[in-house]
T-cell receptor, first 111, second 114 residues
Framework: EDQVTQSPEALRLQEGESSSLNCSYT??????LFWYRQDPGKGPEFLFT?????EEKEKERLKATLTKKESFLHITAPKPEDSATYLC????????????WGAGTKLIIKP | ETGVTQTPRHLVMGMTNKKSLKCEQH?????MYWYKQSAKKPLELMFV???????ENNSVPSRFSPECPNSSHLFLHLHTLQPEDSALYLC?????????????FGSGTRLTVV
C-alpha cells in the first residue's frame, strides 16, 4: 500500500537552530515527491518537486533531498517567518492526479 | 492572493441545509481539484476535473456533489451533511496533473456542520 509518513509531528526550534524534517514513503514506482508549506488559515504553497534519488533542490534557507525511501527538508538558520506546517506528498508512476499526502510537520521557530 | 479564490471563507450549516462552495481560477490551468483537510490528517482528494470532465471521484459520499461549468470555475454542492464532514475544504488547480510546478491552492472554506 502506498503511504507517506512525516516526522516529527511538531518541531520547536530557536531562531538560527538548523534541523531537518523527514518524509518516509512507500510507493509502487515514484513519479515525483513534493514539498509544500502551509500557513494557518491558508492553503498549501508549493515548494519543491524531486524526481529521483540523489536529487536536491534549494530555496532560501530550505533544501530538499531524496533517497529511494525518504526525503529530508533541511532548514538552515531558520527565522520566525519559517514557522508553518510542512507537507510532503508522493505521486505514483501510474497516477495522473492522485497524490499520497503525509499528515505534516508543524514547525515553530522561536525568536 | 494565490490566484485561486474560494468563497465563502467560513460556513456554518445545519445537517438539513443545502449550500455550495465556489472556486475560481484565472491561471489558465485546465485541471481543478477538491480536497478535504481534517485536523492532523493527510489531505484527502475528493474530485478531479480535467478540461471540465470529471476524471476521478474518490468514493466520496453522494451528499457532496461537484460541478465544473467551465475550466475556470468549480463548485461543491453540499446537502444533508454530517458533523464529521466539518473540515477545511480546499480547491486547487494545475496545468494537467501534478507537474514540477505543483498545485496552486486556494485559502479554503472552513466548514462547520452543526
Amino acid at each position: 500500500e502506498d503511504q507517506v509518513t512525516q516526522s516529527p509531528e511538531a518541531l520547536r526550534l530557536q531562531e538560527g537552530e538548523s534541523s531537518s524534517l523527514n518524509c518516509s514513503y512507500t510507493v509502487s514506482g515514484l513519479r515525483g515527491l513534493f514539498w509544500y508549506r502551509q500557513d494557518p488559515g491558508k492553503g498549501p504553497e508549493f515548494l519543491f518537486t524531486l524526481y529521483s534519488a540523489g536529487e536536491e533542490k534549494e530555496k532560501e534557507r530550505l533544501k530538499a533531498t531524496l533517497t529511494k525511501k525518504e526525503s529530508f527538508l533541511h532548514i538552515t538558520a531558520p527565522k520566525p517567518e519559517d514557522s508553518a506546517t510542512y507537507l510532503c506528498a508522493v505521486q505514483a508512476r501510474n497516477s495522473n492526479y492522485q497524490l499520497i499526502w503525509g499528515a505534516g510537520t508543524k514547525l515553530i521557530i522561536k525568536p | 492572493e494565490t490566484g485561486v479564490t474560494q468563497t465563502p471563507r467560513h460556513l456554518v450549516m445545519g445537517m438539513t441545509n443545502k449550500k455550495s462552495l465556489k472556486c475560481e481560477q484565472h491561471l489558465g490551468h485546465n485541471a481543478m481539484y477538491w480536497y478535504k483537510q481534517s485536523a492532523k490528517k493527510p489531505l484527502e482528494l475528493m474530485f478531479v476535473y480535467n478540461f471540465k470532465e470529471q476524471t476521478e471521484n474518490n468514493s466520496v459520499p453522494s451528499r457532496f456533489s461537484p460541478e465544473c461549468p467551465n475550466s475556470s470555475h468549480l463548485f461543491l454542492h453540499l446537502h444533508t451533511l454530517q458533523p464529521e464532514d466539518s473540515a477545511l475544504y480546499l480547491c486547487a488547480s494545475s496545468q494537467e496533473g501534478h507537474s514540477r510546478y505543483g498545485y496552486t491552492f486556494g485559502s479554503g472554506t472552513r466548514l462547520t456542520v452543526v
